[in-house]
């Protein structure tokens, strides 16, 4: 069973920074893409940023360039550097991994909360 294990996650005031970092564990085929993706209260899950494996290739939301950062390191863990927080970033985060032969995994999510 694929796990995706999110951290990171808390509470910031605007203008700050905070790294979340995403584990997989478990079996799975080799990894084409992972990304994050954020949902905020009453809104629907929302695009933030990915990284292709291979290349690495990335792309982020227009909401979050030149702020967010996400990269990878070679024992298969996300990362997503957050700079220059704002309150409209207040969501929870998830991870997603996409498999080259198919199946995608979502983890359970970490919250960020940007407030003074």
């Known amino acids: 069973q694929v796990q995706l294990a999110e951290s990171g996650g808390g509470s910031v005031q605007p203008g700050g920074s905070l790294r979340l970092s995403c584990v997989p564990s478990?079996?799975?085929?080799?990894?084409?893409?992972m990304s994050w993706h954020r949902q905020a209260p009453g809104k629907e899950r929302e695009f933030v940023a990915e990284?292709?494996?291979?290349?690495?290739?990335t792309a982020y939301a227009d909401s979050v360039k030149g702020r967010f950062t996400i990269s990878r390191d070679n024992s298969n863990t996300l990362y997503l550097q957050m700079n220059s927080l704002k309150p409209e970033d207040t969501a929870v985060y998830y991870c997603?991994?996409?498999?080259?032969?198919?199946?995608?995994?979502w983890g359970q999510g970490t919250q960020v909360t940007v407030s003074s």
């Open positions: 997603k991994l996409a498999t080259s032969n198919g199946p995608q995994y």
């Open positions: 478990g079996r799975f085929f080799s990894i084409s893409v």
């Open positions: 990284i292709n494996w291979s290349g690495p290739v």
